[in-house]
């Protein structure tokens, strides 16, 4: 893969996003590796509600948290679905199936993002419509749910592609002393 900040800056309104699903631990490439953690690491420095509460998060902190993730990938419970524009890494998320019986039809999606460089340019709505697709079509699923942090204007952005607000857990996420956020619930019915 070519170095992000190349290939974002190549980048025009006009071009497509391409959506990969790495499957297994093994599909995770070194340089696949590098650049989902770059990206985690300028999402979360900008402010955004990737994982990772107090910015700013360096290198060392976030590849561990990469290594888990690529650790659970499996064919029929938990993919990563990475947004790509000229081989560069512009954003990615999680999609898991629920395994418990009583909600083998469920699942969610974790750590949506996109690179700041690359915000307003429709990666997440890419890969957001990609898990929906991925959720119904290949794992059978029929209701997908996230978690997004207040305050961040997300709501809307979801509201925009389907998804509802069911709820929340106020004052759920504290930033910092005084700065208490709501956990928003939001769920996607799969049709």
């Not at 990969?20 to 340089?31: E, G, L, P, W």
Request: hydrophobic share 40%.
């Amino acid at each position: 893969m070519s170095g992000k900040s190349t290939s974002i800056r190549r980048m025009t309104a006009g071009d497509s996003v391409d959506v990969r699903q790495y499957r297994s631990s093994t599909s995770v490439s070194t340089a696949l590796r590098r650049e989902l953690v770059d990206c985690w690491v300028a999402v979360t420095n900008a402010g955004g509600a990737a994982g990772f509460p107090f910015p700013p998060v360096t290198t060392a902190q976030v590849e561990p948290a990469v290594d888990a993730l690529s650790g659970e990938l499996a064919e029929d419970r938990c993919r990563i679905l990475v947004a790509e524009r000229h081989g560069g890494v512009l954003g990615w998320l999680v999609l898991r199936a629920d395994a418990p019986a009583l909600t083998a039809h469920n699942g969610s999606v974790h750590h949506v993002q996109s690179h700041p460089a690359a915000r307003g340019r429709g990666v997440g709505t890419a890969l957001l419509s990609r898990a929906h697709e991925i959720a119904r079509d290949e794992l059978g699923l029929e209701q997908l749910r996230l978690a997004a942090r207040d305050g961040m204007g997300l709501e809307s952005f979801y509201a925009r592609l389907g998804w509802k607000e069911i709820g929340r857990w106020p004052g759920a996420l504290r930033l910092s002393p005084g700065d208490d956020r709501d956990e928003i619930l939001m769920a996607l019915h799969l049709a």
